[in-house]
């Protein structure tokens, strides 16, 4: 229930509502000093209503930043290949899903992920705590525990609108809280992640 309102709110913002604060998003997210020392940040390319991070991909990348994008596989785990401008995309249809935009370079496998400085996570909201909730597909949530498990210790950040900061989100025991949310106004850390 909680997911189909901020999925309801994002779908009434225009393109340009979408541009725009995509825009105001990059420009607070590069002032980030994980980014600004960042070898490899593991990212995504926004679909639909989700801010939008195409100027956030090409900043990283004219810093010399490794750019990594997920490759959703069949299972909902997630795959990754390396970006290399907007001409390095592939828009990929996934069953009766979205269309996804993903690298259509070299898969670099399941694990390339646990070399990121930084994982740039998408979402729908997060709480006070930074705990964040996301669309319910679990893909993040493999990625968080294979970089646990990997003993890899990234900065996680989310990408979202002010109005998904909130008071509280539901969390379950294997959920865990990012470092920082980068929205069109500002950032947010999270001091217990």
Do not use: C, I
Not at 60 to 67: E, K, P
Not at 74 to 91: C, M, Q, V
Not at 142 to 164: I, N, Q, S
Not at 167 to 186: K, L, W, Y
Request: proline share 7%.
């Amino acid at each position: 229930m909680l997911r189909r309102e901020f999925l309801a709110v994002r779908n009434r913002l225009t393109d340009d509502d979408v541009q725009e604060k995509g825009r105001a998003l990059a420009e607070r997210a590069v002032e980030l000093p994980e980014l600004a020392r960042a070898r490899t940040v593991a990212a995504y390319v926004s679909v639909g209503g989700e801010p939008a991070t195409p100027a956030l991909l090409d900043a990283l990348r004219a810093r010399g930043v490794r750019v990594l994008l997920p490759v959703l596989l069949p299972d909902n785990d997630l795959d990754w290949g390396e970006y290399t401008g907007p001409g390095s995309l592939a828009r990929v249809q996934h069953g009766g899903k979205v269309a996804l935009f993903e690298p259509s370079g070299a898969r670099l496998g399941a694990d390339a992920v646990t070399a990121a400085d930084v994982v740039l996570l998408p979402g729908l909201a997060v709480d006070a705590r930074g705990m964040r909730l996301g669309r319910g597909g679990g893909s993040y949530d493999r990625v968080l525990a294979r970089l646990e498990r990997a003993g890899a210790r990234p900065r996680l950040v989310v990408l979202l609108y002010d109005t998904e900061v909130v008071a509280r989100v539901p969390a379950e025991a294997h959920d865990r809280p990012v470092h920082a949310v980068v929205t069109p106004s500002g950032v947010r850390r999270f001091p217990g992640a």
